[in-house]
């Protein structure tokens, strides 16, 4: 991201600096190689396709990488942080090592097409490696790294397995260099140039995201970036060789120097274009190399810093997806390439004054974000109807001025080192190191000392401890300096969204989350990740208990079980009451395990892990016979990879003999492409897999996928055994399974049923992450009646009863099997007709009117099946709470249901009971 600003600096420096001697020897030394070589040099417009490709693949590039990265590091923040840290690292080494070499070459073109060649090679080779990479390394750390152990590895393994790639870029700096400069049009490389290589990198960042992960998966991705960096060394190869010559002989030459060959050509032009004081005035004092060093290095450490911090803040307001990551990286480098532009516009002399002025405005932009940030909660709400659009505005509100003083503010260093050493690969190489060293410093130190908000305060004095003890540049600090105290003196924000009525309770802030617990006008709580992610909450426990219990009775005897994922807690608490059980939950965030005793006390909690789900999986050896995941937030950056078919396979690698997965879907937050695709890859796993409802609420659908790691179907012989046993008997019937009809009226359809649902199309895959890119659908169902898709679903699976109920040894059903048969059908259909009357029940209406609005098809659901208690329960309630008031109303109700379900006393029970029939 920073050789953004070489072309800036090369301008910059012809402006500055238009009186240079050296620059004047330059232009007759340039001008007589020419002639003597009969060649003319190339004109700089060539170079706009080659810098252009070589932005869209670098920053490609680095979008792949995170996503490849986040499967192994088990995170896709920790993949961000460490993806940003190993790129900068190479960076970093490449800038420094490869600079000399580079400079006292024969031909740049011949180097650039060399470096251009090694980075596709190494963006081949990463097809393969980096998935290897996520494979092996889960095994070496073990299920539960020290956590220094785990986020030093977190940040080695990008750094060194880019390393071929990174160190390449950066001495593709040196050499790029080398060609523009020695580009007619006026020694440097023009605007056209600049913009091109701007528009490539923010361009490789938005089609990486938006067209080819979906065109071509990541792997296709990497070959098509691949083939981008070839054809650019193809295109450096195609330059006239006048280009290397006069390089050449400039950086070898003769009392000639690296900035004398970068102003030389451009002489007469630049001197038109700057200030006429500039023009004629001697170089005023400015600062040594050891303190510009110093700068460099720490205001690569503080704008990266920055950046990941302002990362943090958005996942709380925006929607936390691939293409907020997108957006936000984006809105960056536009940021970063008009603060460069904008230097190169200004044409001000290299001095401490202009030093104390830059680093000023950007400790004031740093501040400014700070003080927009509380309200990025009301823009992202603004923006939400534009999709993409509007998070991409977000991004550009938060991002836009700060980056554009950094980008301003490391052209003018750069252009300092280059005066004073001749060469930008080191200024460069400085730079990056502080960059690489950034994200651990926000991640490790500032997030967990001061919060996300609290460390912008930080950053921004951090550059204004930067600025030169002199007068003429601490005039410019007193702005920041009074912004800053104003800011310190309130205050931190909260930009936890708090239900009305209700309160802020308790909250954890993390590298990668921010977990908090809050309260409702009636008292109930609830926990929510980045403030707008509900994890469940004290009115969800018997649901939660559902999740749980419902998985742990399919299988005949279950005596380990796993639990990945475990929101407040409960859906772990519920499986530890199971008799005979042992159950172990792992969660990525401590932030939420910290916050789990406001939802169950600390000695009902089993033992919880904190890790990553995948790299736990992958790294245990255990097996367990019953191993349950939790509702997973589909269009949240990351969770994707928790559907995919290669996670389902390493689930059943850790499932005992006769072992069962049951990986709950929220209904209620899918799309119906996502939910097909992800049936697809179960059922490519687990080919006898079949689909559970949890509950019947329309408010909250959950479907269950359930498989077998040796297939094979229900036992019903054993399950009549379970329920029957007093223990399991007392723990289930709290939540509603009283009998075998409680538990197989769940049942939605068998692997024929959802075969034919899916049907053909994609998979969810770690390469072609279907989920993770249906984002922005997913985000729209959230606006969508949440039974939408629980309504398809149901009208859609037809359930068969002999596919649920026959043995495996026999290919027909016995009489029993038959009567049961007979009594699911109408169960089911009973079932389905009550979830079509609760979608269609609008507002909350109480007393008369929800039995106005309710009865006729709860009763037809009796009608259907008398045996349908989630109907019939109900409307014996609304006949108990019309008796006081309504009696006449609850006579007339009572024989409506004891006509649609005259097998059942309970009606004609009461009303002998109230009325004496």
Partial sequence: MLWLTLCTVERAMAVSNPESPEGVSGERFVAASEDSAGLQPNPSWILIPIVAGSGFAGLGYEMVWTRLLGAALGSEMMAVLGVVAGFFAGLSLGAFFLDGPIRRARSPQIVYAVLETAIGFWGVVSVWLLPAAGRIMGPLLGTEPAPTVHWAVSFALPAVILLPATAAMGG?????????????????????????????????????????????????????????????????????????????????????????????????????????????????????????????????????????????????????????????????????????????????????????????????????????????????????????????????????????????????????????????????????????LAPLLAAKILIPTLGAWTALLAIALGYMVLIPLQRAALVWAVAPALAGLALAARPAPSLIRVPEGGALLAKREGPMVTASVVSDASGARYLEVNGHFRMGGTNSMRSDYRQAILPLLLHPQPHRALFLGVGTGATLVGGAQMPGTTVRGVEVSPEIVALLPWFSSASA?????????????????????????????????????????????????????????????????????????????????????????????????????????????????????????????????????????????????????????????????????????????????????????????????RPDSAELLQDADRTSLDSKQEAMAQRLAAYWQARDRFLEAGAALKGDPRGPALVNAAAPALLESIRISPEFDPAYHPLMGMAHSLMGSHRAAAQHLLHEIDDAAPSRKEARALLSQQFGE
């Fill in 605 to 797: 909690s089993p033992p919880v892990t904190i890790a990553d789900a995948r790299r736990y999986v992958a790294a245990d050896t255990g097996q367990y016979d019953v191993i349950v995941a939790d509702l997973f937030h589909p269009a949240l950056d990351g969770s994707g990879a928790l559907y995919t078919t290669e996670h389902f396979v390493a689930v059943r690698e850790r499932l005992a003999p006769g072992g069962l997965f049951c990986q709950w879907l929220p209904l209620y937050q899918l799309d119906l492409p996502s939910l097909r695709a992800i049936i697809r890859g179960f059922l490519d796993v687990y080919p006898d897999g079949s689909a559970w409802l949890n509950h019947y609420s329309v408010r909250t659908p959950m479907l269950a996928l359930v498989g077998r790691r040796d297939g094979g179907h229900l036992d019903l012989h054993t399950l009549d055994e379970r329920l029957a046993d007093p223990g399991v008997r007392a723990v289930v019937r709290q939540v509603g399974f009283q009998g075998p009809m409680d538990v197989l009226g769940q049942y939605v359809g068998g692997s024929h049923a959802l075969a034919a649902f899916a049907g053909q199309g994609p998979r969810n895959t770690d390469d072609h992450p279907f989920v993770a890119l249906d984002a922005q659908r997913n985000v729209r169902a959230l606006a969508a009646p949440p039974s939408a898709l629980l309504l398809t679903v149901v009208r859609v699976l």
């Fill in 172 to 436: 593709t700096l040196t050499a790029l260099e080398r060609m523009m400069a020695a580009a007619r049009d006026n020694g440097h490389v023009s605007a056209g140039v600049y913009g091109a290589n701007t528009a490539g990198a923010v361009a490789g960042t938005l089609v990486s995201a938006f067209v080819l992960f979906h065109a071509l998966g990541l792997s296709g991705t990497l070959l098509c970036l691949a083939g981008l960096n070839i054809a650019c060394a193809a295109g450096a190869l195609m330059l006239r060789p006048a280009t290397g010559r006069v390089a050449r002989s400039a950086t070898n030459g003769e009392a000639l120097t690296a900035p004398a060959l970068a102003g030389a050509a451009t002489a007469g032009a630049a001197t038109a274009a700057a200030p006429p004081a500039a023009a004629h005035s001697s170089r005023p004092p400015s600062a040594g190399p050891s303190r510009t060093t110093l700068t460099l290095f720490l205001t690569g450490l503080l704008g990266i810093a920055f950046e990941v911090l302002v990362v943090r803040l958005a996942a709380q307001t925006m929607q936390d997806t691939i293409y907020t990551f997108a957006a936000l990286l984006a809105a960056y480098l536009l940021g970063t390439a008009s603060g460069g532009l904008l230097w190169q516009k200004a044409g001000r002399p290299v001095r401490d004054s202009t030093l104390g002025c830059l680093l000023s405005m950007t400790a004031l932009a740093c501040l400014a974000t700070a003080l927009i940030a509380p309200f990025i909660t009301g823009i992202a709400d603004a923006a939400a109807d534009r999709g993409t659009a509007g998070e991409l505005l977000v991004a550009i509100s938060l991002f836009l001025l700060p980056s554009a003083a950094m980008g301003a503010l490391f052209g003018y260093l750069a252009q300092r080192v280059r005066d004073q050493r001749g060469s930008l690969g080191r200024a460069v190489g400085i730079n990056s190191l502080g960059a690489a």
